[in-house]
């Protein structure tokens, strides 16, 4: 019989509609240190499974049906006291977010040394000598020292070691591990993947393993669990799962996942998930979207920088004196042409995302140069024509739920650019035009009249994307425009910037840190690091012949899904 | 007709419905409120004309006829034969004058200022904070009395009955704005790191339409939620410079000057005089506060 | 501001005065100096210790003050502290007990009490336990005892039984924003990861509450309830005159109703010291309780 045992399990949430069902009728099981993965997308279900097991649902959400087993012990009716004896010491969780996770008031060394005692029977002393013993064991450096310290003196990669040391405090059986990498850098999240595999092994622990990176499952877990809408659709060896699935849904997955090992032209799409119907026929001759277009394509730089610089200063104090400075762009340089995608990748705070906020003038350069279509950008504009050069850089954010105006109507957010720089003769002219623009990128007729909170994540994304050509852009930068999404509607959404770029001959500046996406989207990688550009050059032979040792290391580095053929 | 619906529909109305604590509180403060407004219709008598008034009538108890005159008040009479119902409507008058007005001046003062602080950063938003928190550490109580104190000086004493109203006003406003502001640019603060403030800005918006046409419209719950507690407040505030004296005089009385006047009386007896007037500010207050209360839970906007 | 708010000579010499004391005392006081001198001078003085003379009871406001200040602060200290420890202890609760009836009794019985303007509970209060029950006195502060030159109505039978009523008044209100406060705090801070995560090793309910989550909450509390705190004084302004307490807020609402300048602006220094002494002990208080401070102090 396998260790944890679930049956039939299925989750309820009442609400004001009637009762929505976050699992149904779902069966898992784990054996004694194997790792099983759930994977799905948002609303799978996938994260409400783990919390059910350790009995913490959040109200007012509820098993409606089906059993638990850990060894002999059935969970799901334990009284509240017995359960939570049994929290800790034989199920164990990690949380996402390391900053979050630990108690920013106390020391490590008392959160460990509470765990431990509460569970066993060491002693004080012998709780302080485990508790430095666990923190050596998941790779902190120098624990005696280090154990006395706040969780704000760790960083993030560290703080989520000394999680999963508390989730060892008391050799738990079981480990259930909630996204445990999705917060932290690439560089990172593989090392936190090794340490818990690693340890599964060494101390025997069974584990679930709750990710939506198809990447993170594939390199760790040894079975898989598939969700889908509260449904199970397909279990079974990891191998299996992406080499050869057999369920639509796990097909409609797999063929979504950016392979990191080679460019493919377009996504498949397959029946699952899709929101858009086809891009739109546009005669773009006759249509005011294709007015003052040019086909050139080639070796002129559309965009050029030089040398480009930025210091923020941080104020503080009474009356906002001057603080602390921090160099987030240094001597940056580079060159985009006419028709292609640059990309632009690096982990969380080396400057990537300040350079697109220099080139659009959202923030000033300490020093340095931006010239578009041979334009000045940093000097004042001399004309209403340079005004509408400036424009014609537009950008597709990050966070699709906060790039909208929650309180404007979808077609009045997509005319506005219009109507702002006069570029149509009516404002019902403006809002006709709204209304093509939201067809072509794939959204039906009735979405102008609502508001953005009536669209899903990827919608939104086609809304940001049909605002920004309401510009009549010819470059357009894109900001981990899919970070936010999940991997079916990520695939959509870059197919749908390859066809509108291929039609309208756009200029991509694509920012991002996920490797295996930018392959699939760029021409041209820089690589950046702590503001710096240390590599540029040709897409494929970034990937294929890294010359930079902090690319060999990225590239190394990187959650490998990898498609044969 | 469409957004009648749409609103029927809401999650907003929904959980006002299932709030009986919310629809109670809005129906007694809608009921007074109106009663308020149509106090020369609904008023039995005008307490302010000294023709209908009769000394004879003074101290009748309520709902019991007078021992002199037999005439007979729902709520009894004060000192000067004055009938309490009639001189609580004409006071709600008052009372809400003032607070509607006095939050009227404190909303504008301080949705401008926050929404500048927020919108200017740096030295200038340094500055109206520093302002602000100066401000609110001391009790708007006492800045009212301050103003009140100042403006009392420099009005002449002739003028002084006819401008206390206004100057109530503008002390209560002015003691107020600093909640509005607080809030303003706390939530705008939150409001300008979101993506839409920056795709509005490279679409070639300015700072005032940006600020005004797409932030503002983001906040006004916020606004909402410290607008009706602020009401609750200025009416209490206002209750309060009457009671001391400071504030709508008897010429003009409000339920606070009232209070004022019925509180002589508790200790002999004609407790009604007090009564009556207290428990409609109070009712006033709190069912006001009770739809703050439940706004704030229910819209749950980013508040300190 | 000196030169609108009426003359105060005719204040404090009513009518039998000739023209005589009128130039003297003008000439006395300082009051025909241009304004800016008289600026300087008074700022000269306060930093001398010297606030000016109170017009109208023709003694040194620094006197005046000091002799009304015990009552004050003695009164503003015992409602701090009933304001604070109920405040805390029913926001704690209501927190913990977020759904049950006696929670949702707690929380309407606050609004009401946040409904009830502060003279009006003083008149209840007074109403019900000084003149129908007769249990407490309704005015004044009982007998007192001088230690130098404090006068404490804390060491006496009456001088306690006198304190009861007034500082509830002045502490209720207090009382409840505190509850509303810590009880919102705590709220968030019993949502937050770490304490599901604490909750996910098995801790007791007891020490997530009172170990993770009490501490965590009180670090914003501190801060707000410091500056509330601070505010009580000025808040006695009310409560002195419902009650007739001999404090410098009753010194002050006279002042105001006579134009007593030197008073009032002795009185609003005393409140900004009071409010910088007070951000001070919040400071302090926020870096022995939050250890991030600490270390951004260090460096």
């Not at chain 1, 209403?384 to 957010?413: G, H, W």
């Not at chain 2, 009706?228 to 003009?252: C, K, N, R």
Request: charged share 20%; proline share 4%.
């Amino acid at each position: 019989m396998a260790m944890l045992d679930i049956k039939d399990l299925t989750i309820e949430y009442p609400d004001r509609h009637g009762v929505f069902q976050a699992t149904k009728n779902v069966n898992l099981t784990v054996n004694r240190g194997e790792i099983l993965g759930i994977v799905g997308e948002s609303g799978a279900g996938k994260s409400t499974i783990g919390n059910a097991v350790m009995g913490l649902l959040q109200s007012p959400g509820r098993i409606g049906q089906g059993e638990v087993y850990l060894d002999e012990t059935r969970l799901d009716t334990l009284p509240f006291e017995d359960m939570r004896k049994l929290r800790g010491k034989k199920i164990a969780m990690i949380f996402q977010d390391p900053m979050t996770s630990l108690n920013p008031l106390e020391t490590v060394e008392s959160q460990l040394v509470e765990t431990i005692e509460l569970h066993l029977k060491l002693g004080s002393a012998g709780a302080r000598a485990r508790a430095v013993s666990l923190l050596d064991q998941v790779g902190i450096p120098d624990p005696e020292q280090r154990i006395s310290q706040y969780p704000h003196e760790f960083s993030g990669g560290m703080r989520q070691r000394v999680v999963i040391a508390l989730a060892l405090a008391a050799e738990p059986d079981v480990i259930i591990a909630d996204e445990p990498t999705t917060a932290l850098d690439v560089s990172i999240q593989a090392q936190i993947l090794d340490l818990i595999r690693d340890l599964c092994r060494e101390k025997n622990v069974g584990m679930i393993l709750v990710t939506h990176d198809m990447g993170v499952i594939s390199q760790t877990a040894d079975r898989v669990a598939v969700m889908y809408r509260g449904k199970l659709v397909e279990i079974g060896d990891t191998k299996q799962i992406t080499q050869n699935p057999q369920h639509e849904y796990t097909k409609a997955l797999i063929s979504a996942v950016p392979p990191s090992n080679m460019r493919i032209d377009r996504f498949q799409h397959v029946g699952f998930g899709k929101e858009g119907g086809g891009l739109k026929e546009f005669d773009l001759n006759n249509h005011w979207l294709g007015q003052g277009r040019s086909d050139e394509k080639g070796d002129a730089a559309i965009l050029q920088i030089k040398d480009l610089n930025k210091v923020f200063k941080s104020t503080s104090g009474f009356l906002g004196s001057k603080g602390v400075e921090t160099h987030a762009v240094r001597d940056v340089s580079f060159e985009v042409s006419t028709g292609q995608t640059f990309g632009i990748v690096g982990e969380s705070g080396s400057g990537k995302s300040t350079i697109a906020r220099l080139i659009t003038g959202i923030h000033k350069p300490t020093s340095g140069q931006v010239v578009f279509e041979g334009l000045d950008l940093l000097a004042r504009p001399k004309s209403r024509q340079d005004l509408l050069t400036k424009r014609q850089i537009q950008m597709i954010f990050q966070d699709p739920y906060s790039s909208l105006n929650p309180r404007m109507r979808v077609e009045n957010i997509v005319a506005e650019p219009i109507i702002v720089n006069n570029l149509a003769g009516s404002r019902a002219e403006a809002i006709s035009i709204a209304r093509d623009l939201l067809q072509l990128v794939e959204l039906d007729d009735t979405a102008g009249r609502r508001f953005p909170h009536a669209f899903s994540g990827g919608q939104r994304q086609r809304i940001s994307i049909a605002r920004a050509l309401a510009s009549r852009p010819r470059f357009l930068i894109c900001d981990e425009p899919t970070s936010a999404l999940d991997v079916s509607i990520q695939a959509q959404i870059l197919n749908l910037l390859k066809d509108l770029q291929a039609r309208l001959n756009l200029t991509l500046l694509f920012i991002s840190h996920d490797l295996p996406v930018m392959r699939q989207m760029c021409d041209q990688i820089a690589v950046m690091r702590y503001g710096e550009i240390v590599e540029t050059g040709d897409a494929e032979g970034i990937f294929v012949a890294p010359q930079h040792s902090y690319t060999q290391d990225l590239i190394s580095l990187m959650p490998k899904f990898e498609r044969l053929g | 007709m469409d957004t009648l619906k749409q609103f029927l529909a809401s999650d907003f109305f929904y959980s006002f419905r299932r709030t009986p604590v919310a629809v109670v509180s809005f129906c007694i403060a809608v009921i007074l409120i109106l009663s308020a407004v149509l106090a020369p219709v609904i008023a039995p008598y005008n307490p302010f004309d000294p023709a209908t008034l009769n000394l004879m009538n003074g101290f009748s108890k309520p709902m019991e006829p007078n021992a002199f005159t037999g005439e007979t008040f729902l709520l009894g009479t004060d000192d000067q034969g004055r009938d309490v119902f009639s001189t609580i409507l004409y006071g709600m008058r008052v009372s809400l004058f003032v607070g509607f007005a006095a939050v009227l001046l404190a909303l504008v003062l301080g949705v401008t200022l926050g929404l500048t602080a927020a919108m200017a950063g740096g030295r200038t938003d340094a500055i109206i904070m520093r302002i602000a928190d100066i401000q609110l550490s001391f009790p708007a109580i006492l800045i009212a009395m301050l103003i009140f104190g100042i403006a009392k000086g420099i009005t002449p004493p002739d003028m002084r009955n006819q401008m206390a109203i206004w100057v109530l006003i503008l002390s209560i406003g002015l003691s107020d704005w600093v909640q509005f502001a607080r809030v303003v640019r706390g939530a705008a603060m939150v409001e300008r790191q979101k993506e839409y403030v920056e795709a509005a800005q490279l679409i070639g918006r300015g700072p005032f339409t940006v600020a005004f046409k797409h932030i503002l419209p983001n906040v006004v719950a916020s606004v909402l939620v410290i607008a009706t507690i602020s009401l609750a407040l200025a009416i209490i505030a206002e209750a309060t410079l009457s009671f001391l004296g400071v504030g709508a005089p008897p010429t003009q009385p409000s339920l606070g000057t009232l209070i004022r006047i019925g509180q002589g009386f508790l200790f002999s007896g004609e407790w009604w005089i007090l009564f009556f007037p207290a428990t409609t500010l109070l009712l006033l207050a709190l069912s006001v506060n009770l739809l703050g209360d439940w706004l704030r839970n229910t819209l749950n906007p980013n508040m300190d | 501001m000196f030169r609108f708010v009426g003359d105060p000579i005719e204040n404090m010499l009513g009518q039998e005065r000739t023209d005589a004391d009128v130039e003297r005392l003008r000439d006395q006081l300082g009051l025909d100096d241009p304004f800016l001198l008289q600026y300087w001078n008074f700022l000269a003085d306060a930093v001398q210790g010297n606030l000016g003379i109170s017009f109208r009871q023709g003694r040194p406001v620094v006197e005046v003050l000091i002799e009304r200040l015990p009552a004050t602060l003695e009164l503003a200290f015992i409602s701090a502290l009933f304001a604070i420890l109920f405040g805390v202890l029913l926001g704690v609760y209501t927190a913990i007990r977020s759904k049950g009836w006696l929670t949702n009794l707690i929380l309407t019985v606050s609004l009401v009490g946040v409904s009830l303007p502060t003279f009006l509970i003083g008149i209840l209060l007074i109403y019900l336990f000084a003149v129908e029950l007769g249990w407490l006195p309704s005015f004044g502060r009982g007998d007192t005892v001088q230690i130098g030159w404090w006068t404490t109505g804390l060491l006496t039978i009456s001088g306690l039984k006198a304190i009861i009523l007034p500082a509830i008044t002045l502490g209720l209100y207090q009382m409840t924003l505190i509850m509303r406060l810590v009880r919102s705090e705590m709220s968030e801070v019993l949502n937050s990861d770490y304490i599901r995560f604490a909750r996910a090793r098995g801790l007791s309910e007891r020490t997530i509450n009172f170990k993770h989550a009490l501490k965590n909450t009180l670090v914003p509390v501190i801060t707000i309830t410091g500056l509330q705190l601070g505010s009580i004084i000025a808040f006695a302004i009310v409560t002195e005159t419902v009650f007739q307490w001999p404090g410098v807020g009753l010194l002050f609402i006279d002042s105001v109703q006579f134009v007593d300048i030197p008073v009032m602006a002795a009185y609003l220094m005393f409140i900004s010291v009071m409010f910088v002494a007070i951000n001070l002990i919040v400071d302090i208080l926020y870096v022995i309780v939050d250890p991030r401070l600490r270390i951004e102090g260090a460096n």
